[in-house]
């Protein structure tokens, strides 16, 4: 089935009511507390100040390591819309006890109705990720993603912005309190009326026994992610952007000050400039993704992350501020645009970071325990944001670094981990350079793929054309496949790479290997009594004058120890490209063709005793035509 647009995604009844009850709470959340900070800074003494806006900080991340773990096992027993709509209702009375504890003046209050608030975001955060795979299609997951990021970030930086004006209305008398306390409880009661438009989502544990013990809970849900390597280190990606962002934005107020010699209004200006490049940055992911999780996209992110990072660290290490702190000057100076340029990218890459990140670890996530799995991301989250602030102490007060050198290590530092992550997940480089390929050299359109089972084992027949027939199909196709290929190519540099880390099966004739052909076929079976979809291509070798090669009778040996399901397919397109043998050998030439038209094709499934190698040849044949 087509999966929507984001336009359409956006507007349809299964999404719009739970993305505008998310960015209302986010929106709610940061006008309180920037409001209370602004508040804070400019009441009371320089001292207590730092004091009571460290601990606000604090407090508003404590809840996460507290109540997370309860959260996700609360999420996975219970209905998630029912749920939402309980953390919402209770939103208005933590928005009623906000207002009299503005009016009271007790700051002390107002820090205990910020750290309600934060446990009320505890409890929203699982629910958060884990109701989209239930209501959206897989194909529509990551625009789903990309849209939730977008208005997160949207919504934190608006209400950063209008709870810092609001605070300055305070000055002039009570009528300000009275606007903060009017934005928060209608906000609310938007929010909780919206809210109830959400869709049903059935919970996946209703039976399930919750631990209360955050400590041993948290460990044995990480136990359990660490079960699928896909998904353990989805979350630690997550986190580590978490990390960069807080470590980027909780310098920007110093930075302002202390390098580019700015006001406040210039630190609103910087905060918009990576707000609106995560937003950005999200919705092209979602475009780029063509409707499935583009795991290739992650490491252009961090790629991206790490050179614009150097970047900025040059461009402010290297600038001399104006006499005059407001934004036109600034705006006048030499290097300022580089700045808000290198900003705004930092957001674009981050968006192309973490949308597959958080789409990944959704879809792989066993459904019975993803709202636990979303819940241990969200310690880890609150985590590493906590180290950010370690780092900065560490780098700028005690070993006396600069905001720019400080800039410079952090965006080494995501280099060494972007690098240990792809290492331990090589899917990532794998998908990486199955993108390039497909949006350089080719462009590929998918024709019948819908006729793949989406599970259980099964084996796809296909013409075999050139050197990149195995990236092409396992770009097209959305379940994870295992090639079975000619042991040569399997070893050829750098494809090998991708091939091992696909699990291809190389095999050769039994001639050449007696013991590899047999412990192929032993793996084989055992792969498809797994369930796992398996590739072959029956020619045995690639062509060398376009034409289909006779079958091989591999195919007809595995269907006698195993009968699965065959899946006829096509490959349309590719010959005379640079990979394939026409005119000579393979890479013999410089490529000549590039955004060529290949397409993929797909036949109905056919059952294991109807497979006749003549009559499979024929379909494969149909199924090309007469586009080479």
């Not at 806006?53 to 991340?61: K, Q």
């Not at 503005?102 to 820090?111: F, Q």
């Not at 060494?416 to 998908?431: C, D, K, S, T």
């Not at 359109?445 to 084996?459: S, V, Y």
Request: aromatic share 10%; proline share 5%; glycine share 8%.
């Amino acid at each position: 089935m087509a999966h929507l647009s984001q336009a359409q995604l956006l507007l349809s009844r299964r999404f719009l009511p739970f993305f505008c009850t998310q960015s209302l709470g986010a929106f709610n959340d940061n006008v309180f507390k920037n409001a209370l900070i602004v508040m804070i800074a400019f009441r009371l003494a320089t001292a207590e100040a730092n004091f009571l806006i460290n601990l606000a900080a604090g407090l508003f991340i404590l809840p996460f390591f507290l109540f997370s773990a309860t959260a996700g096992q609360v999420a996975d027993k219970l209905d998630k819309s029912t749920l939402i709509r309980r953390i919402k209702a209770a939103e208005i009375g933590i928005a009623l006890l906000g207002t009299g504890a503005l009016y009271s003046g007790n700051n002390y209050l107002c820090l205990s109705v910020l750290f309600l608030l934060g446990v009320q975001s505890a409890f929203f955060g699982p629910v958060k990720y884990a109701i989209l795979p239930q209501h959206l299609r897989k194909a529509e997951l990551v625009s789903g993603n990309a849209l939730v990021e977008m208005g997160t970030f949207v919504s934190i930086l608006t209400g950063t912005i209008v709870g810092g004006l609001l605070a300055g209305f305070t000055g002039a008398g009570e009528s300000g309190l009275l606007w903060i306390s009017a934005v928060i409880l209608v906000t609310a009661v938007t929010g909780y009326l919206v809210s109830r438009a959400i869709p049903k989502a059935a919970p996946p544990a209703p039976d399930l026994k919750i631990n209360f013990n955050p400590v041993t809970q948290t460990a044995r849900i990480l136990k359990e992610a660490a079960k699928k390597p896909s998904v353990f280190y989805a979350i630690i990606g997550i986190s580590w952007f978490w990390l960069l962002g807080a470590a980027y934005l909780t310098q920007i107020p110093s930075l302002t000050r202390n390098v580019l010699g700015g006001s406040e209004s210039l630190v609103t200006l910087l905060l918009c400039c990576f707000t609106i490049g995560v937003a950005i940055g999200s919705l092209l992911c979602g475009k780029l993704s063509g409707g499935r999780v583009e795991l290739g996209l992650v490491p252009i992110g961090a790629a991206g992350l790490t050179i614009v990072g150097i970047l900025l660290a040059s461009a402010t290490g290297s600038y001399q501020p104006p006499a005059e702190a407001t934004v036109a000057a600034f705006w006048g100076t030499d290097g300022a645009l580089g700045i808000l340029v290198n900003l705004t990218l930092i957001g674009i890459f981050g968006g192309f970071f973490i949308v597959p990140l958080y789409s990944m670890m959704q879809e792989r996530s066993d459904p019975e325990i993803r709202a636990r799995i979303i819940a241990v991301n969200n310690v880890l989250n609150a985590l590493f944001m906590v180290v950010a602030a370690v780092l900065g102490i560490v780098f700028l007060n005690l070993l006396q670094a600069t905001i720019p050198q400080f800039f410079l290590i952090i965006a080494l530092m995501n280099a060494a981990v972007a690098i240990f992550v792809f290492n331990r997940v090589p899917e990532f480089a794998m998908r990486l350079l199955i993108w390039l390929l497909s949006h350089t050299m080719y462009r590929v359109k998918h024709q019948g793929l819908e006729t793949i089972p989406a599970e259980g084992p099964a084996i796809i027949a296909c013409n075999h054309v050139s050197y990149v027939d195995a990236l092409l199909l396992a770009g097209a196709v959305r379940r994870p496949i295992r090639f079975i290929m000619y042991k040569p190519i399997y070893e050829i540099p750098v494809l090998h790479f991708i091939f091992k880390t696909s699990r291809a099966i190389p095999i050769c004739s039994r001639q050449q290997d007696p013991e590899g052909y047999a412990r192929a076929f032993e793996e084989i079976e055992q792969g498809l009594k797994d369930g796992d979809l398996l590739c072959i291509f029956p020619e045995g070798q690639l062509t060398k004058d376009g034409e289909l090669q006779p079958f091989k009778a591999g195919i007809e040996k595995i269907l006698q120890r195993t009968p699965v399901p065959v899946i006829p397919m096509a490959l349309r397109g590719l010959w005379g490209s640079f990979f394939s043998h026409k005119d000579g050998h393979a890479f013999s030439t410089l490529p000549r063709r590039f955004w060529s038209r290949v397409s993929v094709v797909a036949g109905q499934p056919l059952e294991a005793s109807a497979v006749e190698l003549e009559k499979l040849q024929e379909q494969v044949l149909g199924l090309r035509g007469e586009h080479r």
